[in-house]
């Protein structure tokens, strides 16, 4: 049982179920826009998870995961952003496998990730390595192993934050079957939480996916809520895009 429902919190800390929202004429323009302009920023990031799962001093029998999560790429020298849980997801799952059981019966899962590397929107694969950490906002930064022979595609837009309804724009890519394809999501804006650190909710969304504005603005990426109420609960939400850049700073 534990060793299936590893498989499925894996799955589960990789991807959202999203909503279909109506859309203007002009929404459908920007979207087409944004997917021509920064789909190339909007990468897969490859690599192989071991997990090690602990219950009451025993380990339990488990299998590599192998990670398939979306990216963004910030500059052309590569700098990406990817949610930590999903390379890592070893705090959330202890706490799901973990929920009603007395403390002897806790299970502790750890996680080892290797041989990670950007697919690029031309097949490519790029190695790359976490140059950053940040557990509290869900950060994990990445940059290439090697200086990326020509500038890579990033998002260098302004930023924007939206007002709560307002309808935003999710990019992501499809998997292997739709040709790895850039597509777009529409979501609108549930709210905007200011404390204690900004985050917005949406309609729906993709972890790791970049979310912009309907003018094309750069609103945020769609990370994981650290939830000190409720460990084993980490809701999406979308990190504002001037707090990823000032992070990010510490990572150059």
Not at 91 to 99: H, K
Not at 125 to 136: A, I, N, T, Y
Not at 151 to 166: C, G, L, Q
Request: net charge positive.
């Amino acid at each position: 049982m534990i060793r299936r429902s590893v498989v499925a919190l894996t799955s589960l800390s990789v991807c959202l179920a999203t909503q279909v929202l109506a859309q203007t004429p002009d929404e459908r323009a920007a979207a087409r826009e944004l997917v021509s302009k920064h789909g190339g920023a909007v990468v897969l990031v490859l690599g192989t998870a071991k997990l090690r799962v602990n219950q009451g001093g025993k380990d339990v029998p488990t299998q590599d995961q192998r990670i398939q999560v979306h990216g963004t790429v910030l500059d052309a020298a590569g700098l990406g952003i990817i949610s930590l849980t999903t390379l890592d997801p070893s705090e959330l799952m202890s706490a799901q496998l973990s929920r009603g059981r007395a403390a002897g019966a806790a299970i502790t899962v750890t996680a080892e990730t290797t041989d990670l590397r950007y697919r690029l929107a031309d097949g490519k694969e790029v190695p790359v390595r976490v140059v950053l950490r940040d557990k509290e906002l869900d950060l994990a930064f990445l940059r290439p192993v090697e200086k990326p022979a020509t500038p890579m595609a990033a998002i260098d837009v302004t930023s924007a934050r939206p007002a709560a309804i307002d309808p935003v724009i999710v990019l992501h890519r499809l998997p292997e079957f739709a040709e790895w394809r850039v597509t777009s999501l529409f979501a609108s804006v549930q709210a905007v939480v200011e404390k204690p650190r900004t985050f917005l909710t949406l309609t729906g969304g993709v972890i790791g996916s970049p979310v912009f504005d309907t003018r094309g603005r750069f609103v945020g990426v769609v990370l994981r809520l650290k939830n000190e109420a409720d460990p084993a609960n980490a809701p999406m939400v979308v990190l504002p895009a001037n707090d990823i850049r000032e992070v990010a700073k510490q990572a150059n």
